[in-house]
């Protein structure tokens, strides 16, 4: 079935470092595709997403490009910030009903 | 404040004892969705309600039943609790066709 892998954790980067979060499916055609983020004590919440191959989602700072030629949507931000630090979620649509199935999930710690 | 809201926040149970988690959204969204969050196995999905009225199982459902009591409320239980379940329950809700989910901030649930 159709699914998401991501890189494992923990990262741990100091402020103002490069950023990518591996992200890689499998799946029928070519599905929408998400990135959440779950901030501490906080339930999830969509950071970005992709509807198409070739597609660029962003939002504050982060990106993320839709690349059907390597089943890729790696998540990046150029320069990361103390209030980045939180666990980052790829993920896809899972059969009908608008389901969505997710990575394991990536903690990221940015460090002053 | 708009949102999911989540009660209880945490809760410690014996094996053997039943509970329900409530889940109420105030932004007039027709799905509802359960997951749980293991270290390590990310968020996998329980049971989700497409609309009011209706209900389906999710990836795994044994154990757990829900109620989708109207529009605004979606509620899981636990009918005999066991140590596996002891998890972070998050629901989620949507507009009818989207993807973009609205999450509650989890309940913390341990079985001893």
Redesign the interface.
């Known amino acids: 079935g159709d699914s998401v892998t991501q890189m494992e954790g923990p990262v741990t980067l100091s402020e103002e470092a490069f950023l990518t979060i591996n992200c890689t499916y499998t799946a029928t055609g070519y599905p929408?595709l998400?990135w959440?983020v779950q901030y501490p004590?906080?339930?999830?919440?969509?950071l970005l997403?992709a509807t198409k191959a070739d597609d660029k989602g962003s939002n504050k700072g982060f990106e993320a490009t839709y690349r059907k030629e390597t089943t890729s949507f790696h998540l990046e931000k150029g320069s990361v910030q103390v209030s980045d630090s939180a666990v980052y979620?790829c993920?896809l649509?899972?059969g009908s009903?608008?389901?969505?199935?997710?990575?394991?999930?990536t903690l990221l710690t940015v460090n002053p | 404040n708009a949102g999911?809201t989540q009660t209880p926040k945490f809760q410690v149970l014996k094996t053997g004892q039943s509970m329900t988690l409530q889940c109420a959204q105030d932004m007039n969204h027709n799905?509802m969705?359960w997951?749980r969050q293991d270290p390590?196995?990310?968020?996998r999905?329980i049971y989700?309600s497409?609309s009011e009225g209706t209900t389906?199982k999710?990836e795994v459902p044994n154990g757990y039943n829900v109620s989708r009591l109207n529009k605004r409320e979606f509620s899981l239980r636990l009918e005999s609790a066991a140590p596996s379940q002891t998890s972070v329950y998050?629901c989620?809700s949507?507009e009818?066709?989207?993807?973009?989910?609205?999450?509650?901030?989890?309940t913390r649930l341990t079985v001893v």
């Not at chain 1, 004590?41 to 969509?46: D, T």
Request: aromatic share 24%; charged share 10%; no cysteine.
């Open positions: 929408s998400f959440y004590g906080e339930g999830l919440q969509l997403k979620f993920a649509p899972r009903n608008y389901k969505l199935t997710f990575g394991k999930g | 999911v799905s969705y997951y390590g196995m990310g968020l999905l989700y497409a389906d999710g998050f989620a949507s009818a066709g989207t993807y973009g989910y609205t999450f509650g901030s989890g």
